[in-house]
C-alpha cells in the first residue's frame, strides 16, 4: 500500500520575489533566505545545523494549471522528506528573456530531529523550458544528492536540449496518459532509454496506476501449484477505453510486461475496425494469442484499462483469472453474489476478480483501489529511484507491439 501524504497549504507569502532576474539573483536570495534560517535555529550555538536534504525535484509545467499542481505536489513530497523543489513553467508571459522568480519556504519540525527548511522555488522563463534547462539548473542542484526531473505534459523526446539537461538529472518522470500525441511520443519515449546516459532513471505516472492490475495477475500465479499455469497460458484479453492506437499505452504496458517477463517474441499484430487489435506471440513452439478491445468510454478516462482477462490450459488442468475495474452491479439477489453485492456507494472504485481453475466453483475477490493522488504515485516512483529494469523491459516490449499497428 502506497504512503499516506498529507496536503499542504498552498496561501504561504514567498519569501522573497524578483522579476526580470537571473539565475545568480536568485541562488543569492537563496543563500540569504537559507542562512537567517539556519542562524535562527542554532540560537546561540556557535556552529550552525548543516541542512538535511534527500533530493532534487523539478517540475516542468507548459500551463498556469499545471504549474499550480506541480506546486502543490513538489510541496507536499517536501513536507514529509526534506528535499528541494523547483518548479519551472515554460513559456510564461514575463517580459524579457530574464527570469520571474519566487522563493517559498515551509518549516517542518520533527519531534526528534532539527527542523527542515522545505522550499519551493518558481521559475518562470521566456520559450520553451528545455532551452534553458542546463543553465538554469546546475547553479541551483544540491550536490550530492539525487535530482529527479518530473515533466508535466510531453517532453521534448529526441531533443538535443532535453538530453542536455538529462545530463544533470538522475531520473525522468513522465506521465504518458498526458503525452499530446499519445501513440508518436510515447514511441520516443521508448528510444529514450537507447541514448540516454547509463545513470539516467526513466518512470512513468501510468506505470504506477497499473500496479494493482500488475499485483493481482501476479499473486494468482504466485502458488508453486499454479506455476504451471505460466507456461500453459494460450490467450490474453484486454480491455481499455476510447478508440485509437494513442489509447492502447495502458493496455500494450500490461501485456508488455506479461510477454517481457514470460520471454514471449511477437510474431505479428493486426489493428481492426472499432479499436480491436490481435497480436501472436510465441513461446516454447506454443502460440498466444492476446486480444485489445475498446469499450464504450462512460466516466472512465481516454486511455484506461478496464479489463485483463487471461486463460489456458496446464496437465490437463483449464484456468481463467478476469480482472474488471469497478464492473456493474450483479442484479442477482444478495445471497447468490456475496462478494459482488458487497459493495456500496462509497467504494465505487474496485477491482474485482474472478479465478476459475478446472471444475471447480468460481472464486471470487473485491479489491478497493486508493485514491490516485499525484503525490503519493509520484513519491512511490522516487522511492525506486526512478530506476526499474521491469518497467524498461515492459516498456520495450509494448513500444514493439505498437509499433505492428
Given amino acids: 500500500m502506497a504512503p499516506t501524504v498529507s496536503a499542504v497549504e498552498q496561501d504561504a507569502q514567498p519569501m522573497w520575489h524578483g522579476q526580470g532576474v537571473t539565475v545568480g539573483d536568485v541562488l543569492a536570495a537563496l543563500d540569504q533566505i537559507r542562512f537567517k534560517f539556519a542562524r535562527a535555529e542554532a540560537g546561540d550555538a556557535e556552529l550552525l545545523h548543516p541542512r538535511n536534504c534527500v533530493m532534487t525535484l523539478i517540475g516542468i509545467a507548459p500551463t498556469e494549471p499545471l504549474e ?89 523526446f529526441g531533443k538535443r536540449e532535453l538530453a542536455d539537461a538529462l545530463r544533470v538529472c538522475d531520473g525522468l518522470v513522465v506521465d504518458s496518459a498526458q503525452f499530446v500525441e499519445p501513440y508518436h511520443d510515447f514511441r520516443r519515449m521508448a528510444g529514450t532509454l537507447k541514448v540516454v546516459h547509463h545513470r539516467l532513471g526513466l518512470a512513468d505516472l501510468q506505470w504506477s496506476r497499473l500496479r494493482p492490475w500488475r499485483e493481482t495477475i501476479a499473486q494468482f500465479f504466485t502458488p508453486m501449484d499454479r506455476r504451471g499455469f505460466l507456461d500453459g497460458i494460450s490467450e490474453v484479453g484486454v480491455d481499455y477505453a476510447g478508440e485509437g492506437r494513442g489509447n492502447r499505452i495502458a493496455a500494450s504496458l500490461v501485456t508488455g510486461w506479461i510477454a517481457s517477463a514470460l520471454g514471449w517474441k511477437l510474431r505479428r499484430a493486426t489493428a481492426g475496425t472499432g479499436g480491436v487489435v490481435v497480436a501472436m506471440y510465441e513461446h516454447g513452439g506454443r502460440f498466444v494469442e492476446v486480444d485489445f478491445r475498446s469499450v464504450p468510454q462512460g466516466d472512465r478516462a481516454a486511455g484506461e484499462v478496464s479489463a485483463v482477462r487471461i486463460g489456458g490450459a496446464s496437465q490437463g488442468t483449464t484456468f481463467r483469472i478476469s480482472v474488471a475495474h469497478d464492473p456493474p452491479r450483479s442484479r442477482k439477489p444478495r445471497q447468490a453474489e456475496p462478494d459482488w453485492e458487497r459493495r456500496s456507494v462509497d467504494t465505487g472504485r474496485v477491482l474485482l476478480t474472478l479465478i476459475e481453475i478446472g471444475d471447480s466453483d468460481p472464486l471470487r475477490h473485491v479489491q478497493q483501489l486508493e485514491p490516485e493522488d499525484q503525490a503519493v504515485l509520484l513519491l512511490e516512483l522516487l522511492s525506486t529511484g526512478t530506476h526499474d529494469e521491469v518497467y524498461n523491459r515492459s516498456l520495450i516490449a509494448a513500444s514493439a507491439l505498437m509499433d505492428k499497428f
Wanted: glycine letters at 6%; proline letters at 8%; a negative charge.
Fill in 68 to 156: 499550480e499542481a506541480a506546486k502543490r505536489t513538489t510541496q507536499t513530497i517536501g513536507m514529509q522528506h526534506p528535499a528541494q523543489a523547483i518548479v519551472i513553467r515554460e513559456e510564461a508571459p514575463i517580459h524579457g528573456r530574464n527570469l520571474d522568480a519566487w522563493i517559498t519556504t515551509d518549516v517542518r519540525r520533527p519531534e526528534m530531529a532539527c527542523a527542515v527548511e522545505c522550499e519551493l522555488i518558481t521559475l518562470h522563463v521566456h520559450g520553451k523550458a528545455a532551452d534553458h534547462l542546463g543553465a538554469l539548473l546546475d547553479p541551483l542542484l544540491v550536490s550530492g544528492v539525487p535530482t529527479y526531473l518530473w515533466w508535466l505534459g510531453t517532453p521534448p
